[in-house]
């Protein structure tokens, strides 16, 4: 356990990762400015997970008012980070942090480049999970779904999107499409729960049915993989909609169709078949070349994120920011250490953790692990660095620089006053929770701006 980090540390992002990282890094000395683009921490917790899952979401909420409550952090909210933004990584390595932890998670989005992805009615699912969850300023902004809803992919994001579809819009139809066999399905059952009772089981028998013989000669159990969505049934809700929810394996997307006037009225598809890796790891699609129509209202890519490509540190091949391939400060043989690929060396004092290190890789509890990770590999790079000038400085610096910019930043105190006004609407309106929808809203409320 590090003790007595004598430094000024800047964790940029007040996700799990950022929060359980400058806990970490706060209990053991350091003084942590905890930086983050939203008004209120808590990042995926807040907004990735299901807007009505209020219980998980308020336990997190008291974990996080606890991790704050560390005197040694510092929190700045509504202050971005990146090349065209508040601040730059430059501009904090020139106030004198010590070393900067960048835990800003992804916050691009993974398109796969097909024609029709700019139609109106095709989105990526991180946008309308941000929209459910009232994050600004996706919280205000239009998505129009229509009746029929067609998904990529089949992990628990899409039974996110077709929870929202089905149980709070009461779409006609959702269909998930698949390039691979149902064996290769990532969501979990207590995920498929609340959405089975509206699924095509008729339609689901067909699909196994067709898929069976191909499955089993790379080796899968096609039985195996139906009782495992079918494992679901026992603890399944109760339909409040007539939403017919169909699961479409081997298929791949190869067009999105427009009507003539920038709308999506359907979804081209190609038929696959399966093959085994040559690593012997799985499989992999190919595609057969035939291909069909779904015709859709609304198509919703749920292929897992990327970093934000503006942030202003180097990408990797595969569009991930760049770890150092021989770390200097490894933990458990990981890389958290940011590297430019031009100089080929390691980004003195920069550190990567969570989403920033791995897009998409686990949920709250494998974030707050990284986090935590990342940050005992930074107080090791801390531990043979010289302290100039004094923490406190630091902080007081950065609180000066952002004290003369036009948009307001927000304390851990106003986070909590925050919360008290919000919870005290909740009440008033006999909600079981209320959020305000916008950064205008919130700063009025905390008469951080004045009323429009």
Same mark, same amino acid.
């Given at each position: ?238 339909? @409040?909609?007539? =939403?017919?929810? %169909? $699961? ?8 999105? !169709? *427009?009507? &003539?006037?920038? #709308?999506?009225?359907?979804?081209? @598809?190609?038929? =696959?078949?399966? %093959? $085994? ?8 699609? !190919? *595609?057969? &070349?035939?291909? #069909? ?160």
């Amino acid at each position: 356990m590090e003790n007595n980090i004598n430094h000024s540390v800047a964790v940029i992002g007040a996700g799990p990762a950022g929060l359980f990282a400058a806990s970490h890094l706060a209990k053991n000395g350091a003084q942590v400015a905890l930086i983050n683009r939203d008004i209120k921490y808590g990042g995926l917790a807040e907004y990735g997970i299901f807007h009505n899952k209020h219980k998980m979401k308020n336990g997190l909420r008291k974990q996080f008012h606890k991790v704050i409550d560390d005197p040694n952090i510092h929190y700045f909210g509504n202050v971005s980070v990146g090349q065209n933004a508040h601040l730059r990584i430059a501009d904090l390595k020139e106030m004198g942090f010590s070393a900067i932890l960048v835990t800003v998670g992804a916050q691009g989005t993974k398109w796969l480049g097909l024609p029709g992805e700019d139609l109106e009615g095709v989105y990526h699912a991180k946008d309308l999970v941000y929209h459910y969850n009232q994050l600004p300023p996706y919280s205000s902004q239009d998505y129009p779904i229509g009746k029929k809803v067609t998904i990529i992919g089949v992990g628990n994001v899409m039974l996110d999107i077709a929870h929202w579809a089905i149980r709070d819009l009461h779409v006609d139809q959702v269909i998930s499409i698949a390039r691979r066999g149902p064996a290769d399905v990532k969501f979990t059952k207590k995920e498929m729960s609340l959405v089975f009772k509206n699924l095509n089981l008729a339609d689901l028998d067909s699909e196994f049915d067709r898929a069976k013989d191909l499955m089993e000669s790379v080796g899968q159990d096609a039985q195996a993989a139906k009782d495992f969505i079918f494992s679901a049934e026992k603890s399944a809700q109760e339909s @409040v909609s007539d =939403t017919d929810f %169909k $699961l479409s394996f081997l298929q791949q997307p190869k067009q999105i !169709i *427009g009507d &003539g006037n920038g #709308k999506v009225i359907a979804l081209e @598809v190609e038929e =696959t078949t399966l %093959k $085994l890796r040559e690593d012997g790891k799985g499989t992999r699609s !190919i *595609g057969l &070349g035939k291909t #069909k129509r779904i015709e859709t209202d609304s198509v919703v890519f749920c292929i897992g994120d990327q970093v934000d490509q503006q942030f202003g540190l180097p990408l990797d091949k595969w569009g991930e920011f760049a770890k150092s391939p021989t770390p200097a400060y490894p933990i458990e043989d990981v890389s958290f250490e940011a590297y430019d690929l031009e100089t080929n060396t390691a980004i003195d004092g920069v550190f990567l953790a969570g989403w920033a290190r791995e897009a998409s890789s686990g949920l709250v509890g494998t974030a707050r692990k990284d986090g935590v990770q990342g940050a005992k590999a930074l107080a090791e790079y801390l531990g043979e660095k010289e302290t100039s000038p004094p923490p406190v400085e630091i902080i007081q610096a950065l609180q000066k620089e952002l004290k003369s910019n036009s948009d307001p930043f927000v304390t851990s105190a106003e986070i909590k006053e925050l919360t008290l006004i919000e919870n005290a609407i909740a009440e008033k309106k006999e909600l079981p929770f209320f959020k305000f929808s916008s950064n205008e809203d919130m700063l009025e409320a905390l008469k951080l701006v004045k009323p429009a």
